[in-house]
């Protein structure tokens, strides 16, 4: 089936026929967000399979995402439509690498990025996302933390918590692109644009913008300043919506580059497929998903 119209019919037939709802995140292609049933961050989507009264979630993101999901699910049958959509910072760190440090770090309490496998976040005591990782940190009365993966948005809470972050060495590789040189360029061509970035994004880039919001926080800030015209880094795809939902602002990627091919991996045919075979399913092993569901109970407990 090649026809794009025809493709979208079946998936809005099958998807009643299976009591499924699909959920895409902000930086899955145009195409697939605008088919989804909701469209959000990692944790607003994971809540919301786990808040919706379907029996089957489709769920548009990378491996991770799925994973969450399932976590707060467990009854649910979670889809990824393509089980090979990874993600290069999750990857990162294992939940073995995470025991070691924890025995060099002895009684230091681990804040777990939400972007990290379920056996990461078993390993951890409270997980966090790019919009809570400050109330959460904060929350915790010790002053020295272990923070992974991200490094940089490690970094960024460290500044503004003044707490001591051990840091782990990982990033993303899409917001890793995102240069000082990318915005200098971008404001000498917009000078009356304002600038936000996504805290994963490395620090002397966050000290060129004028808000550093995770994706939600990206829509809210852009909805509220009077700018006309908003220069955006983060990856390319929240564009989409930025654009779609505020349709009288200009937003400007600050780099075009700023693809991240794993969420580029979901396809409509691939949706259509996985909601015709109920496969392939994401599913997290239950000693696991007990001890990591825990660490996301204690951050949704903060927030």
């Not at 195409?31 to 989804?36: H, K, N, S």
């Not at 993101?61 to 910072?89: Q, R, W």
Request: with cysteine.
């Amino acid at each position: 089936m090649s026809n794009t119209t025809d493709i979208i019919q079946s998936i809005n037939s099958i998807k009643w026929q299976r009591r499924a709802v699909i959920l895409a995140h902000n930086y899955q292609p145009g195409e697939v967000q605008d088919i989804a049933d909701f469209v959000g961050d990692s944790l607003e989507l994971s809540q919301q399979a786990a808040q919706v009264q379907a029996d089957v979630i489709v769920f548009c993101g990378v491996h991770f995402m799925a994973e969450t999901a399932n976590i707060l699910s467990p009854h649910k049958t979670i889809l990824l439509p393509d089980p090979t959509a990874g993600c290069p910072m999750a990857d990162m760190i294992n939940a073995d690498a995470l025991r070691t440090k924890k025995q060099d770090l002895l009684g230091v309490p681990v804040v777990c990025y939400v972007n990290s496998s379920a056996a990461v976040k078993a390993e951890s005591d409270i997980c966090c996302t790019s919009a809570n990782a400050i109330k959460v940190v904060e929350s915790l009365p010790q002053q020295e933390i272990l923070f992974v993966p991200d490094q940089y948005l490690g970094q960024w809470v460290a500044s503004q918590t003044g707490k001591k972050l051990h840091l782990w060495t990982g990033s993303c590789p899409t917001h890793a692109n995102i240069l000082p040189q990318h915005i200098l360029e971008m404001k000498k061509r917009y000078p009356n644009a304002k600038v936000m970035v996504h805290p994963e994004c490395r620090p002397e880039v966050d000290a060129l913008a004028d808000a550093i919001p995770s994706t939600s926080g990206m829509l809210r800030y852009a909805k509220q300043i009077e700018a006309r015209q908003i220069i955006v880094g983060t990856e390319i795809s929240l564009l989409h919506r930025l654009q779609k939902e505020i349709p009288d602002k200009e937003f400007l990627p600050i780099n075009p580059q700023a693809v991240c091919p794993n969420m580029k991996l979901t396809t409509l045919d691939k949706i259509l497929h996985c909601l015709e075979e109920l496969q392939p399913q994401v599913i997290v092993p239950e000693e696991i998903r007990i001890r990591a569901y825990a660490a996301v109970e204690r951050m949704l407990q903060v927030v």
